[in-house]
């Protein structure tokens, strides 16, 4: 996704979520936190995030989210079963 793209993304979710007075946390992975940084680098997204976390190696997924140790040897940490787990 082009930078433009992504950035008018965050405004548009960050936007969206002040509407609707909510908030939101990532739980990040292979994007290493790109995600938030898109988020922080928009005035006014502290309204809205509350934080994320870079959960890159197995170990951390299993001991910072909760994800099985069985899901990520059996389906891998990029699978749709991981994500399931991460959320």
Do not use: H, P
């Not at 997924?61 to 990520?72: D, F, N």
Request: net charge positive; charged share 20%; with cysteine.
């Amino acid at each position: 996704m082009k930078n433009n793209q992504t950035k008018q993304n965050a405004i548009d979710i960050i936007e969206t979520l002040k509407e609707k007075k909510q908030s939101i946390t990532f739980a990040e992975s292979c994007t290493g936190g790109r995600i938030a940084s898109a988020f922080t680098a928009i005035s006014g997204a502290s309204s809205v995030l509350n934080g994320s976390a870079v959960t890159y190696s197995n170990k951390i997924k299993s001991q910072w989210l909760g994800v099985r140790e069985e899901t990520l040897i059996n389906y891998g940490a990029v699978s749709s079963q991981c994500v399931s787990e991460m959320l």
